[in-house]
């Protein structure tokens, strides 16, 4: 399912983001220990982009900047007017 692909977490996994230039040897680092590793995307650009069976989503990274920015801002104010009406 996309949704556990994406948000699955689990015990023994993580992401590593490392310079382009550098991945062959990232990979030789836990080939050589055992780590079982793939590549699952790249960084970098305007646009998050995900592609996932059957199509894909993709969001501006300023839009998601404005959402994150925004968002403790915008609970406080939702809990604040009921209590201001008072």
């Not at 399912?1 to 996994?13: K, N, S, T, V």
């Not at 501006?60 to 209590?83: C, I, K, Q, Y």
Request: glycine residues 12%; charged residues 25%; aromatic residues 4%.
């Amino acid at each position: 399912r996309a949704d556990e692909g994406l948000f699955h977490e689990a015990p023994g996994r993580s992401i590593v983001s490392a310079d382009p230039k550098k991945r062959e040897a990232l990979s030789k680092v836990f080939s050589d220990r055992g780590v079982s590793a793939r590549r699952i995307g790249a960084t970098g650009g305007d646009v998050l982009s995900i592609k996932l069976p059957g199509g894909g989503i993709a969001w501006p990274v300023s839009t998601l900047h404005a959402a994150w920015d925004r968002s403790l801002g915008d609970l406080m104010d939702a809990v604040a007017e009921p209590l201001a009406a008072h």
